[in-house]
């Protein structure tokens, strides 16, 4: 392992960074009404004034609005060749270095009319790309902000591969390396110190929120974590073990694509109507219990209907995964995501993950995920690299800090079963020893009915989570502007409100709007008003 640069920025990195007084308002930004020319050369002169250790400026450049940034040097595979900036801002690229043998990736924009906000981006998957989509959209906003590589570039784990201080980068120390320095030069751009700090990300970005609220309780006064990956080692065991259980495209347990339909329509037969309406969204999964032999053939010819064996695979998948000991390692897949899971995960190939266990646990990229026991599976969550596994309960620092986490999850997500965000959830109430009334203080889940993993689905997925997940930029229908609103004037929401357009095309119109609830109420049709307005659904 690589030894750690002993420096005023490393002290910084394990103390925490410092966060703003709660209820100081955004102050003007010296730049509002400024001319371009102006701003251009305040940014020219940041990249030579930015002196922090262990930081190296690659350049400054002033980025009109509607400029489309391209990325030419960025792995392929992280699909981002560009992107279209909505502000007039200073881009800043740096490298970072973490240890003497690791180091990340950052970016700072830094908008010419800013709000006095900081916020950090987060990652996805196992990657190391910067979500620059989510940089622009925030920048768009107003905010300064961060993204950083995570300490690798691309997608694949092969950066992991005996090396240790990589994947602490990846695990939690790149976006807090981003915070302390994108806060750094965030002051010493505007002149004067952010009012308040937020963070955004889902998925692998989601875990990376609740990890900055576990671990580094000053970093950021509101999170929005989207679909986390909680419980990091377990849920790569648990993306895997589906191969386990349909065997390959050629074994007898393998359930064809086309007969997934068959069993997401009896799904929905047996579990759409617990909310009062069959509309083809299940607003509540828990509550469905899928017995899937009814599918079973009643002739050996059919080609429309489950075999004995396929139907024990549909029971195992939404059947939670447990250990050698019998304790629960992760929770079942929920019913109604497997239209979209059925080509990723039961596809009769390896996990798309599996470079996490050959890389990160085993260092081997030879391992085969067709092995996978439950031994390994216990080695895996023992050994826990830089306690990636996001799993501390006790929120307290992060709740004393006057933090607010805003947790959302699509009810149809196919990649990360949202019965994990309800099973967090519960273990910090009991941690806490807190009913949910009382973690409303400052925790507060919200179950998106119908959203796939992070977007998508047939649901009102729009919540303003992302650009295109944007309908409208009022707190009520924005969960980036409600958790300023809540940590700024104290509006902490009862419901977020999600809108679906007509083929998810705005220029269409809208399809209908719903207000998803916070866990653990569930949303309930009225039984007489218009379903596609929000008013004709109760949070019960």
Known sequence: MGLVVLSTLAAVLFAGASTSAPNSAPAPCKFSGVPAQSFNASCAALAKSISIENVTVNFAEYVPAGTTLTFPNVDPSCGRPSQVVPSDLCRVNMNVSTTNVSGIVLESWLPKDWTGRFLSTGNGGLGGCIQVEDMAYTTGQGFAVVGANNGHNGMSGKAFLNSPEVIADFAYRSVHTGVVVGKQITKQFYGTTHKKSY??????????????VQDFPHDFDGVVAGAPALDFNNLNAWSNHFYLITGTNTSASFVPIPLWTKVHTEVLNQCDGFDGLKDGIIEDPSLCNFNASVLLCAHTDSTDCLTSAQVNTVTKVFSGLYGQDGSLVYPRMQPGSELSAAGFYYDGRPSPFTDW???????????????MSLADIAYADKKNPSNVKTWKSDLSPFQAAGGKILHYHGMQDPIITSDNSARYYDLVSKTMRKSPAQLDQFYRYFRVGGMGHCSGGPGAWKIGQTTV????????????MRIVDWV??????ETIRGTKYVNDTASLGVQFVRDHCRYPR??????????TQATSWNCK
Do not use: H
């Open 488 to 493: 700024e004037n104290g509006a902490a929401p």
């Open 199 to 212: 963070y955004l990300g889902c998925s692998t970005g989601g875990r990376e929120g609740f990890k900055s």
């Open 522 to 531: 569930r949303n309930v049709y009225d039984g007489k008003g218009d379903p």
């Open 469 to 480: 997940g944007t309908s409208a930029l009022t707190s009520q229908d924005n969960v980036l």
């Open 357 to 371: 266990y050959a890389y990160a646990i085993f260092g081997n990229p030879n391992w085969d995920s067709a092995t």
